[in-house]
């Protein structure tokens, strides 16, 4: 309301947020951990999985956390929407990379352009997602995910709207 008032361009509603915090490793991460964030997320926001149209993967394309996170996602969606990963367009940029990632999310939503996960060569069978390889999709994305999962078993996710 306070951005309305003052003309701002709304670019997306945060609808809802959860964080979880495992504790059961420093480097190992947890599935159980960050399908919590994303439910909880998902109750927060009153949003169904079926109605996310896109994912912003943590997706650091190590085997560890992709095969984590993707056991997650298959958690909590039965059919997972589309999912992909910036980190190899952007880098991981520690800290800074949830807020580089709220950036494809707002693509998704605003532009209807889903970005690609890059440099994608082949299908890991632990992973089954449809991870946009290496070329954008457009969509109509009116809810977005966007996962952020750190060292030490911090997860966070943002549910954003259109």
């Known amino acids: 309301d306070a951005a309305l008032a003052r003309g701002a361009d709304i670019l997306a509603e945060v609808l809802g947020f959860c964080m979880t915090s495992d504790a059961g490793d420093i480097v190992m991460p947890s599935a159980e951990g960050a399908a919590r964030a994303i439910r909880g997320a998902l109750e927060d926001a009153r949003i169904a999985p079926e109605a996310v149209g896109y994912i912003n993967a943590h997706g650091t394309g190590t085997a560890a956390n992709d095969r984590t996170e ?93």
């Open 70 to 162: 993707a056991t997650a996602i298959r958690t909590v969606f039965a059919e997972p929407p589309p999912v992909s990963s910036t980190k190899a367009l952007h880098g991981h940029c520690i800290g800074a990379t949830g807020a580089i990632e709220l950036l494809a999310c707002l693509l998704a939503l605003r532009e209807g352009v889903i970005a690609p996960t890059a440099g994608f060569t082949a299908p890991d069978p632990d992973c089954p997602l449809d991870v946009v390889p290496n070329t954008a999709r457009a969509a109509d994305v009116r809810v977005a995910l966007s996962n952020a999962f750190a060292f030490g078993g911090l997860n966070a996710v943002l549910v954003l709207g259109r």
